[in-house]
């Protein structure tokens, strides 16, 4: 995970660095991806395979950054954060899709190399040829200042400097947009990591029965799209609504998470058949109102942290020029993984220290109250830096209707 993340911000870097077609690189690492999972097959020796699998890790994920930012290009400023939740959604979909298929394959053939070439072949057969009809639009393109020109050069010729990299760590909504997610992802990282051995541990359940009890917390992410939604029609008449409304979410996933491990669950139920554990949970949600409760704060939580990343995205994407995004979204993005890595260690060791799970779990997730206080400076900074942003590319586009007049481009419509 760190080595694919370090990967994907080289991959962010090299793309704004050398105005390269992003979807010459996505084919690359689409490819990579195939070929370096396929050589891991058929290796017996476990540290080849721990090579060849990295390294195909690290070269998909070149989609994340590259695919985002082609997203937020042909994207209207004020529909970016629904529409880049709807994408995480259905990134979240292939996810599970794809663990449930290695579960399934490798329990029924016990044969753990079959997902794997299951992967490599879906990935060659459907992703390389979807990567390489993929029709993408020059960097700017939704720029209501830039979208008349391009649609007649459709050339973005601005690229990453080593000067922008100071405007870029000087840009105070990026320095608050990162602060936010170093704190928020601790939460977001304990959750998913030690959520599951809190309920086994302390709720005296087993994985199966946990498994469901998160499942039926976690669909709560589906309703986050009308807040998502939400924010994009507030920002229209201010700037600062998105970080206000990400400010308010942070806090009620806080609270909603600390209620939920507040609760003395004690279900004392244990079964490795779904489907009884699945009518078990239903039956006793109409007899135990502490269950309700419980399962109803994971939902409120899950709703309310579920559009605070694609906020944090759709921020970035207009307070950075084009050039800018894929490195500012993936920079973000690594620091917020050594944080989650750390943070996921720490609870570890709280757990280990004090011999229970719920009190390092209520500490981690109230650093989401931390998160919402920087979304709140953030709401005070980011009228200033869109203006700023604004004024950027009134530049961008007296310097394209320059290249196009050398060029010998008609800027007429």
Not at 45 to 60: C, K
């Amino acid at each position: 995970m760190l080595l694919s993340g370090l990967a994907s911000l080289g991959w962010a870097t090299y793309s704004d660095w050398t105005g390269l077609q992003r979807r010459v690189l996505i084919v690359l690492g689409v490819l990579g991806c195939s070929l370096f999972t396929i050589l891991s097959i058929g290796t017996p020796i476990f540290y080849i395979f721990a090579v060849l699998y990295i390294l195909a890790g690290m070269s998909i994920s070149v989609i994340s950054p590259l695919a985002t930012t082609i997203i937020l290009d042909i994207t209207w400023r004020y529909e970016r954060t629904i529409v880049i939740m709807a994408f995480s959604i259905i990134s979240g979909i292939g996810y599970i899709f794809g663990f449930g298929l290695g579960l399934i394959t490798t329990a029924i053939f016990n044969n753990w190399r079959l997902p794997i070439a299951i992967l490599a072949a879906s990935i060659f057969i459907v992703s390389l040829p979807f990567a390489i009809l993929l029709k993408e639009p020059p960097k700017g393109f939704s720029e209501e200042e830039l979208n008349e020109i391009l649609r007649k050069t459709y050339r973005y010729p601005f690229t990453l400097s080593p000067k922008d990299l100071k405007v870029i760590t000087g840009n105070r909504s990026n320095i608050f947009a990162t602060l936010q997610g170093i704190f928020g992802i601790i939460g977001s990282g304990s959750i998913e990591v030690w959520i599951l051995q809190y309920l086994v541990r302390e709720a005296h359940t087993n994985e199966i029965v946990a498994s469901i009890l998160m499942g039926l917390g976690a669909i709560g992410g589906l309703p986050g799209l009308a807040i998502a939604k939400l924010a994009d029609l507030t920002s229209r008449r201010m700037n600062k609504a998105k970080p206000i409304i990400a400010a308010i979410c942070s806090s009620i996933t806080a609270s909603a998470f600390l209620i939920f491990l507040v609760l003395p669950l004690n279900l004392n139920f244990e079964t490795n058949d779904a489907v009884m554990a699945a009518t078990y949970l239903i039956e006793a949600l109409s007899k135990d109102p502490l269950l309700s409760t419980a399962i109803a704060s994971f939902f409120i939580a899950m709703v309310s942290n579920s559009p605070i990343g694609p906020i944090k995205v759709a921020i970035l994407s207009e307070v950075n020029l084009p050039e800018h995004r894929a490195t500012v979204i993936s920079g973000s993005g690594i620091i917020e993984l050594f944080s989650k890595s750390l943070g996921i260690a720490v609870l570890g060791l709280l757990v280990d220290l004090l011999g229970s799970f719920r009190i390092p779990l209520m500490i981690a997730v109230s650093m989401w109250f931390v998160s919402a206080f920087y979304w709140t400076k953030m709401s005070k900074t980011i009228t200033i830096d869109a203006w700023k942003l604004g004024l950027l590319l009134q530049e961008r586009k007296i310097l394209l209707l320059k290249f196009n007049d050398a060029q010998g481009i008609s800027n007429k419509s």
